[in-house]
Structures are given as C-alpha cells and as structure tokens.
C-alpha cells in the first residue's frame, strides 16, 4: 500500500491516536504521584506497585495479543480492547484504596496493551519494508507527544480538575477512540497476511520465537533500554528530581515535558535516520545499538552528578532512550510475515514486564534505606536503585556483543 493521504488518514491517524492514549497513560502516574501519595498516604514502595501494575497488565496480554492480531480484524482488536482502558480510568478516578487504585491502573494497561502492536501489526501488512522504520517511528512520536502532554500541561491543569476529574475525562477520550479505530481504519489482514494455522501452531510459533538466536541476542538491550526508560519517565524521575534534585513540583514536570520532548525527537529522527542510512548498508539493528551505547552513557552521566545541564542530560535520556524500538522493524523483517503480530508482541511482552519489575524494585530498593522523620530517604538510596538497573544495561549490551550470531531457523519470511 502507497503511503498516500488516504492512509495516512484511515490508517495511521487512527491508530496513532490510539498510542497517543497509550503513552499519556503511561507517563501521567509521574505527575500525579504526588497528589495521590499524600490524599492516600502512600510510601515509596505501594507507589511502584501501584504504577507497575499498567505494566504487568500490559506485558500479560501480549502473547495472546499476538495471536488475536495475526488471527483476527486488527481494528476489531484493538477497538474492544480500549474498552477495558475506559473502564479502568473510572476504577481509578473513584479508588479510595492502594488495591482499588493498583486494579484501576492494571486495567489501564490492559486496555492499551494492543495501541502499538495493532499498529505495527497494520505497517508490517501494508507498508514496504524500506519505509517500516519510519512509519514505526512516526507512530512511536505520536506516543511521544501523549507523553509531553501528560508532564508539564497536565500539572497546570491537576489545580482544575484534580486527578480524579482527570482520570473521568481520559475514560471519556477513551470511547471516543475506541469508536474512532473501529468505524475509520479498514479491514487490515487479508488471504496474504493472514495467519491460517491453527490455534495449536500459533501458540507454538510463538514461543518458539522465544528460543530463536536472533532475537535472544537482540532482545535484552532492547527491553531494557525501553523498560529502563518507561520505569523513570513514568514515575521514577519525577522522585529523583524532586528528591535528589530538590526541584519543585513545577520545575520537575517542566523537565520531564522537556525529556519527553527529546524521546518525540529520537521516536522521528532515528526512524528517518535509520531509513537514510538503510541506503549506505547500516542496518536498524545496528543504529539502534549505537543509540542505546549513548543513553547508557547518558544513565552514568545522571549518576555521577556530572557538572552538565539537567536538561540536557534528559533530552538526551528520552532521545536514546527510545533507540530500542528501532528492534521492532528489524526482528519483525526477519521473521515470515505471517508472525509480524507475534514477533513485536514477543519483544514487548519482555519490555512491559521488565517496566513492571524495574518500577517496583527502584521503589523496594530506596525502601531498604530507613527513611528521616519527614519520611525522606538519603542521597545513597536513589543512587543505588538507579544504578542497579544501568548496570543491568551496560550487562545487555555487553551480551550483544558476545552472543552468537546465527539466522532465524523458522520458516523463511515470504
């Protein structure tokens, strides 16, 4: 299919609507963990639960996802699914508990699970694969946008509308979309790229994509590159710059709007770059391994307290920090077509459950030191939990590296 004004209508708008939903989801936790903390009186540690919960959800739903879009309409998929989301904004908006609020959070992340994958699921069926990575990465921008709009404006808006009212008209935005993917996008799979095998084939396809050398060796630099990432911007680095940092309410969002604005930036400039230097032999796998050496340098930067701008070393986090996504173009051309759906769900399962993890273990961690009287933790604390997961990072790139080298063995792609 020609990237016409026609696709970019049905098609890509719709579902970059979808993502745009997704990712202000994901990240507003940042900005209102605050205000929640204190009407609820929460701790460090019932903050990451609560907050990780979008991402076990999420990360739950991601293998059968992947069999549901390579078997079934996609916009059918994704439009009943962001029901689920609509419905747990509510939960959310009305949780007088951690419980009520960690259920609301998780249905959240269920209802979005398939934003993304449906999309790329529709790419992968229709458009060429020299244009894929930046398709992918127009998309991915639109969830960058979703993030900018869930810091710094949604902090001006908390004083209106308070976090609640916020969470009734995100479930309302929510069926709005939902109506939007199911009644504008046009049916995606057809008798090429549909999947014919039987449930039984599927489901072993999928986990066999699990033990492939190709994707073991790619895999755990890209997810952690994500999760590490989506863990800070999503709650973590909103504590770390006002704990660490001593930065007020207001000029924490303001950063946190300006890294979301770098991750936006590397969402669309890496895609294009990735297409341009596609011409001169570079592959997106290996673009997107210099990307995650940089935000892997720009994690040790955050840590040392280098003399650098606090702005500039979180543009330069959310830029790189979204070079792991380029993996979803370069694993899903080669695998078969027909396992488009269950490759990208494959790698985002890994991410969305390590985003689960890496949440609530910085907040388990920081919890081993004793907290002051104000219910402060020390310096030390934030340091060591941060740290923790670079090294986990500076571990997955290493094993790039090292790993063997050896092609897909399942079917060829067609």
Known sequence: MKLTPRFFLHVFLPFALGYYLSYFYRVVNGVIAEPVALELGLGPATLGWIGSAYFLFFAAAQLPLGVLLDRYDTR????????????????????????????????????????????????????PPQR?????????????????????PVELL?????????????????????????????EILTAENRSSDSLGIQIRDSLAIFRQPAFLR??????????????????????????????T??????LLFWSAAGMVAGFMGLGWLTTRLHQLGFSATQVSIAGMLIFSLSLLILLLRLPIPASLVWILLGFFGSSGTLMYAALSQQFPKKLAGRVNTALNLLVFSSAFLIQWLIGVLIGLWPADSEGNYPLLAYISAFAAVAGCQFLALLWYFLAPRKPVTLESPE
């Not at 029901?83 to 951690?98: H, P, W």
């Open 132 to 152: 894929l990575a930046m398709i992918n990465g127009l998309q991915l921008a639109c969830g960058g946008l979703g993030a900018l709009t869930a810091t710094a």
């Open 76 to 127: 059918k998929v994704a439009a009943s699914i962001l029901l689920l989301a609509a419905a747990g904004a509510l939960v959310f908006a009305f949780a007088t508990s951690a419980a009520l609020l960690w259920l609301g959070r998780g249905l959240i992340g269920l209802g979005v699970s398939a934003c993304l994958m449906s999309a790329f699921r529709a790419y992968a069926a229709l458009v």
């Open 249 to 254: 309410a207001a000029a924490t969002a303001d």
């Open 218 to 247: 790619v895999a755990p630099a890209s997810v952690l590159n994500q999760a590490i990432y989506i863990a800070l911007l999503s709650l973590w680095a909103g504590v770390w710059l006002r704990e660490v940092e001593g930065l």
């Open 158 to 186: 908390l004083p209106l509308v308070g976090w609640r009212g916020l969470f009734v008209g995100l479930a309302l935005l929510t069926l709005v979309i939902a109506v939007l993917v199911r009644l504008r996008v046009p």
